[in-house]
């Protein structure tokens, strides 16, 4: 049973790179990927600023905790996409149905859970800065800190777009019996996916992994294979 849902989960393994690369869900990957390096590296690069004493000083209003946020979270944002990333990439090669369906949950999870820092990111450094002072330090690094404020802005945007595909997907898994991916939409020479229960259609054969449950049996009981 277990290499049947192997084999099954294996079906639609082949995947076009181009096509891959094309699909909404991988460009809004790479997209807050690229927001997160602009958010932290605008930060690590061009916000601190040194005082009389040589100290380094976060610009937004002197506060360090501001700074350091917006570092950890775009660090975060950073890695995360890059496990995400691979997570789609391998996503039709996981034979277990159950593994389908946490990876699932995880994307969503973590994408709704990073739409939430980055609201935070954005208002505690839109905050901090309106309470800046302006200064000859302060205005060199002025641009950078309005970069972080609108990059962590559009961060928001996307990771909300995230967590809006991954709820989709996992209504889909549960609501038609299938995991239906972009390949499949986009690949007119792809296998047909099975027909969800209680069409009134009955087949001992399936063509692609059930999300949720485990593939049909392809030997029903009852039935001998006849000896040659």
């Known amino acids: 049973m277990e290499g049947a849902s192997f084999g099954a989960g294996r079906a639609g393994g082949a995947i076009d790179p181009v096509d891959f690369l094309k699909q909404p869900q991988t460009i809004l990957r790479v997209t807050t990927w690229i927001f997160s390096i602009v958010v932290f590296g605008s930060i690590v690069n061009e916000c601190y600023v040194n005082k009389e004493d040589s100290e380094l ?3 937004f209003n002197e506060n360090e905790s501001a700074c350091s946020y917006g570092i950890a979270v775009g660090i975060i944002a950073f890695f995360g996409c890059i496990f995400f990333f691979v997570v789609d990439l391998y996503f039709q090669q996981i034979s277990s149905v159950k593994d389908r369906k946490r990876a699932v949950l995880l994307d969503l999870g973590f994408s709704g859970f990073l739409s ?3 609201f935070v990111a954005f208002c505690f450094l839109a905050n901090q800065w309106q309470r800046t ?3 000859k330090g302060v205005s060199q690094g002025a641009d950078a800190a309005r970069a972080a404020i609108t990059f962590s802005f559009f ?3 996307v990771w909300v777009a ?5 709820l989709q997907r996992y209504r889909l898994g549960t609501d ?5 991916t972009d390949q499949f939409a986009s690949d007119p020479t792809a296998a047909y996916p099975g027909y969800p229960s209680g069409s009134g259609i009955e087949s001992t054969e399936t063509y692609q992994s059930p999300p949720f449950t485990e593939p049909a049996d392809t030997n029903p ?3 001998q294979v006849p000896a040659y």
């Open 57 to 59: 000083l976060c610009i």
């Open 133 to 135: 002072k302006m200064s």
């Open 176 to 180: 038609m019996s299938l995991f239906a």
């Open 162 to 166: 995230l967590a809006v595909r991954a």
């Open 116 to 118: 939430f820092l980055w």
């Open 221 to 223: 009981k009852g039935y």
């Open 155 to 157: 961060s928001i945007i």
